[in-house]
């Protein structure tokens, strides 16, 4: 029932109550009453017409009385505070709806900038007043037994503080104290670091329980993880747009200070909701000291309640779920995914805006992170029925994650691996997983299908026999099955180009930095040479373990001084700028007589426009040679020694990246032979490590930093 609280001119009927503060109804109007002590009242009432001299999203002073009763009305208020809002959307839809959230980080992005403007970019806090304001102390009472731990936290985060500019911070800001008009209750302020009241705000709901039972209290409202990293992005790029800083290295910090506060600070009388919380901050306390991730201990990688929803509904039957939403996913897998399952498709990626293109698809998207353990679980008849693809640039862990989440149907994009280290890695792991079958989807090994057939790497039942076709033939010469040797002889010599251009070409690589000359992910060479090498070897033309890096050299772009790239090639310097061009010279011995077969492959990116030249393998034998073109629709071409007449032409009759699955579908349904290509996937990386080692020498591969430098100057 609602009630009237009587203040001096301003007769109101209470229509909510929380934390000692009221939100009152005056006709269709709603205000905000403080009442209390008269000289904290004066106080507060000064500290919210201050911030909003200063630009901060707050309701104006209406009235301000120190006698009889002391208290200030904030009046211009619309609507509900955005914990009902919040509530309103899960209760009608299972979740917080976009239009809502777009509102709320709105208003804490206002917040945020009038914060900026109240102090100087050296301003630091008092790290005295910030532990003691979060109650820090309270901790040693808490957990007498973590004295010593307690005190090793408190020195890194006194370092934190020290580090992060300060501003005047709300102290309990977030959805109870947040309306569409600004925000109420400054009774928790304190000069502190800038960030702690943007993590409260997207935090504050995880100190109640996610369920019934752990306590007596539920939480009264929720975000998705997805939608709180949002609103952190968001505020990380309004910090460094406006002041050059980042909450990127402190956001651990920033959580444990806002979880100190709610132990420390709030007294409930709720004892189970209390043991609660000691445990969960128990567990943020390890984290932090261990320098882990306090997201699983306080948020979790969890999905949204829909997505939540329909995971579970969709365990009954098969499911793709795909690690990694790049242009590939994009453009090839998703369009595509009918070859591998008929069903349900889940998309994720720990970037929310790599989702956006999914949004009118038939998919459940989710914001997670590979590299953490997945929120769930398949087992038993399921894991069979279920296939996950690691689709992300780091593949190791997703892998793990995949396989400990129950997957035993994976599909891997190259590079399995970023390098010969952890090539051994994947092999030792998959030691442990004896049931997991491995697909290595590599779209050139699809477009190689027409050596493979002329190798006799596929039997003549084969299905993907069926997939090709002869010109000028109705049917394909089952003849040439097999005849490679006899048409090409001996192999003396391969040359193989794989150069992108037009939109793959230089615009493509300035968006992906992980192409770059780097130690790690092996740039250019672990990006477009194994689309070259991969076939050689699947297809016995290169022993691998004969195989000697000969030469290689790695050429860079320049930025010129109007910012654009230079058309000219430079040979990688200590700086290395964006990488474009790799030229790698091989021997090794030929399978068939032992002599040295000489190899050069040129990968690379270029500003002009896509050509049939650019993706073109040459196979040079005694008898004759192979033209094979690896561009999509390309075909190859059989030529006898002296002849510039090909006698025979075969190329793949469907689009390849559909084939790619549905040739990973014949491989998990065991319709196909062989270990679906991971062997030879892993030893194409050991021979790029080799190359790398080569081609760097002594010089310096670029940093990260140095590498961004490059991207974004």
Known sequence: MSSTLSLPGFPSKVSERHDGATVLTNQDQTSYAVVGEARRVEAEAALVNYLSSKGAPVPSVEAVALHPTAHYVMSGLTGFSFSRRFNADIQASGDVQPATLADYQAQVLKFMHAQMAI????HRSDPHVVLDAIHFDELFHKFPDRTEQLQRV??????AINSLPATLCHGDFGGANLFQDGSIDFEHPFWGPIGYDQISAVTNFLWYPAERGVAERQRPWSLGVE????VIQACERALRDGLGAT???????LLLMRGCWYLGATRSTNQKLAQWRQDRLAQALDAYSASESLIPALIGTEPSRATKAAICTTFGSNFVYILGAGAATRDHRVPNIEELLPRGLFVCDIDRRKLGPFVDLAATRETLDATEVLPFKVGGRQAASHIAIVATPMKLEPLQRALEAGFR??????????????????????????????????????????????CAGMPLDDDRCTWLAQA????LDQSLHGSFKAKIGPVRSIEAIVFEGGQWGIPDLENIPYLMSDPHSGGMLLGLFPHALHPLISNGLLDPETIRVVSAKMHTLQRAADGKFERAWQPISARGSLEAKAEVELEALSPEDGRPVAVKILVGKTWEPDSWDNWRTLVKGDKGMLDMCTRRGGRTKLFEAGSDKPSAEIFVRDDIYRLGLREARLFFDNRLGGDGRLKDALRVVEIIDRVKAVAWGEVRPASDEEIREALWA
């Open 472 to 475: 000028g033939k109705a049917e």
């Open 227 to 230: 939608q709180i990293q949002d």
């Open 247 to 253: 909450l990127e290295g402190h956001m651990q910090d």
């Open 154 to 159: 408190r020195d890194r985060l006194v370092s």
């Open 409 to 454: 149907r994976i599909i891997m994009e190259k590079p399995v691996a970023n390098s010969a280290g952890e090539a051994q890695k994947i092999r030792t792991l998959l030691g442990k997983y004896t049931d997991a079958k491995i697909f290595v989807l590599e779209s050139y090994c699809t477009k190689a299908l027409p050596l493979t057939y002329l």
């Open 119 to 122: 102090f100087r970019l050296d």
